[in-house]
């Protein structure tokens, strides 16, 4: 109330525009952007760990590359969310105080980089023009001093421009022109003089960028002047790689922040500084882990360590002699080994082309973007990955004489494995109440079946997917493993390795057959009185058409349902023991190669919307 009563605006909310107003590309565009901040995150996430962890790593270089992924982890934070539920929501509401907070903690973040890859720049000209003085110079308390000063900068940067925002009238309009509380779109939208805030705005973001990029121009003279003195070509290639992951961040931060900034404020020019703004708000934090890891060579050893030492930790932490294992295959019978790798490899590349196709088509064509089609997207996402998780190594199987996995490999196929089976259930389950709403409450789905509930619902899905990875995977993890390491099947599987532990496995047993039956039993029970429910009301239907529509409509979707839970049935929901693995290995191929075959094609031949989808998209590449 008080940040309102400040500036007497009339306005109490705004609604982001977001990136596009195109509704073909919202759902596109939402999960390029969502693989884009679970990039950043992990990425960003990543460098930090390895860095902390690392004692070789407790460099200032390091240090600085410490804040400047701390930095990009926070400031993605601060906007990705609620840019990604612009996608998802017709009307992305932000308050006026959740605007001017984001407003200051975007700022706060974006002008304390600059000033973090300034200190960047400085430290590489004192580490190659004055390595003599560079302990001196760069000293722990002149680095902390450094460090404080550019979040300092950051902070005094972020007020100046929040506080003259305050004093700003906002009237009638309220859409903001951007997928973030930013400056210039807020300017556009006051209906008072903005003059004195352009003016704050030229200032201080020009000190903000011209100091900066001053700073570094002139570092890196002084380097380029420095390395063409160095007589050995070696020591010139590595003074030059030492700065270029420097180089490449600085190019794309500063020069898509100038484009944005420092440029005249039209609503014409808007949509263009909303594709440049991508560039350091979003491209730039992801790309930052990776340019400074796959081109520095102390960050690839630190990783290789890291792998390293958790792959033993995780070999010790349950006292097993076992570091790696052997997996069997599908079959030991050397005859039978070349028709079934064809057999198997002509399966996944079928599997691969038919759900990114579907994908694809449901991204590309606009009378797909339905709820039905969202959960059909997601089902094709999740076969597509957890074939990748199983197959490759099945394949090698019949290549190799002896399939081997590592300990740590194995655990990590398995947490994959179990995550994508679990959260395939939880889709279908919300595919079969989609089909509930669409044709029991015709009239309620639009309200019912909204963007947001349809995203929660995915959401909900991958939540209990990793949960039940998580449990089974921990569960394993606790077993001993003695001298046996052959598993008699093609992939890390719960139950073969329960059978291979030389420990008490009954609690393992208890957890798994707990875990199959919480994920099979609630989300069969959904679907059969979903069906149930489905089958009573087409009954009462007066019109032979109508039955007949509806019976189409839910016709894939129970192929698929029959398919996947039978053999996983088959294969999971039984006692563990020797002579039904063998068993579970022939009824496991079927929901783990099959089914995520036959999907795409089951949906597409039996449903007229995607055949049209294909006609349309096929004329489109003709012509």
Do not use: W
Request: some cysteine; aromatic content about 14%.
């Amino acid at each position: 109330m008080r940040m309102l009563a400040r500036n007497d605006s009339l306005v109490t909310e705004f609604i982001l525009a977001g990136l596009t107003d195109r509704p073909e590309l919202q759902q596109p565009l939402f999960y390029l952007f969502l693989m884009i901040y679970i990039v950043t995150m992990m990425g960003n996430l990543g460098l930090i760990v390895l860095i902390g962890i690392n004692s070789h790593l407790h460099t200032l270089m390091y240090y600085f590359l410490f804040n400047l992924s701390f930095i990009d982890l926070c400031y993605s934070s601060v906007f990705t969310p609620k840019m990604l539920m612009n996608f998802a929501s017709k009307k992305n509401i932000i308050s006026y105080i959740g605007c001017m907070t984001q407003l200051f903690f975007f700022l706060f973040f974006v002008i304390s980089e600059c000033y973090m890859l300034t200190l960047m720049a400085y430290d590489r000209y004192v580490a190659i023009c004055n390595p003599l003085l560079y302990k001196v110079t760069m000293s722990h308390e002149m680095c902390s001093v450094l460090t404080l000063a550019a979040y300092a900068m950051g902070f005094a940067g972020a007020t100046v421009h929040t506080g003259y925002m305050l004093k700003l009238t906002f009237c009638n309009a309220n859409i903001i022109n951007h997928y973030l509380c930013d400056i210039i779109p807020l300017l556009q939208l006051s209906c008072t003089s903005t003059y004195v805030n352009e003016v704050v705005v030229l200032i201080v973001v020009g000190i903000n960028i011209t100091i900066p990029s001053f700073t570094i121009l002139i570092s890196y003279i002084f380097i380029l002047i420095s390395i063409l003195h160095i007589r050995s070509t070696q020591g010139r290639s590595k003074a030059f790689s030492t700065c270029s992951s420097h180089i490449i961040s600085i190019s794309l931060f500063f020069g898509s922040a100038t484009f944005m900034y420092l440029k005249y404020s039209s609503p014409e020019s808007m949509d263009q500084r909303k594709v440049s703004s991508i560039f350091y708000t979003n491209v730039g934090p992801m790309l930052n882990p990776l340019i400074y890891s796959l081109r520095n060579k102390d960050v690839k050893v630190a990783l290789r360590k890291t792998l390293i030492k958790i792959q033993r930790r995780m070999a010790m932490k349950n006292d097993s002699s076992v570091i790696e294992f052997i997996l069997m295959g599908l079959t030991d019978k050397p005859e039978l080994q070349p028709p079934l790798f064809f057999l198997l490899l002509v399966n996944y590349v079928v599997t691969v082309m038919g759900n990114l196709s579907l994908i694809n088509l449901i991204c590309l064509n606009s009378h797909l973007h339905t709820p039905m089609y969202f959960f059909l997207f997601n089902l094709s996402f999740i076969d597509l990955c957890y074939s990748f998780v199983i197959t490759p190594k099945m394949l090698m199987s019949f290549l190799s004489e002896r399939n081997i996995i590592s300990f740590a490999g194995c655990m990590t196929q398995l947490f994959f494995y179990c995550f994508f089976v679990s959260s395939e259930c939880y889709v279908l389950t919300a595919m079969a109440c989609d089909r509930y709403v669409a044709i029991c409450k015709p009239l309620l789905y639009t309200v019912t079946m909204s963007r947001r509930v349809c995203s929660l619902l995915m959401s909900g899905s991958y939540m209990m997917g990793f949960a039940c990875a998580m449990v089974l995977t921990e569960c394993t993890i606790r077993l001993i493993f003695c001298d046996s390491n052959i598993i008699n099947h093609y992939m890390c599987e719960p139950f073969p390795l329960l059978q291979l532990s030389c420990s008490n496995t009954y609690a393992s047993q208890l957890v798994v057959s707990i875990v199959a039956f919480k994920v099979i039993i609630p989300s069969s029970l959904i679907i059969f009185l979903s069906y149930t429910l489905i089958l009573f009301n087409v009954l009462h239907m007066s019109s032979s058409k109508g039955r007949s529509k509806a019976f189409s409509t839910c016709g894939s979707h129970i192929i698929t349902v029959g398919l996947f839970y039978a053999f996983g049935m088959l294969t999971h929901v039984k006692p563990s023991s020797a002579g039904f693995v063998d068993q579970g290995k022939f009824f496991s191929v079927f929901y783990t190669n099959v089914v995520p075959m036959l999907n795409p094609l089951i949906y597409s031949l039996r449903n007229r919307d995607v055949k049209l989808a294909v006609k349309k998209t096929l004329k489109r590449i003709t012509s």
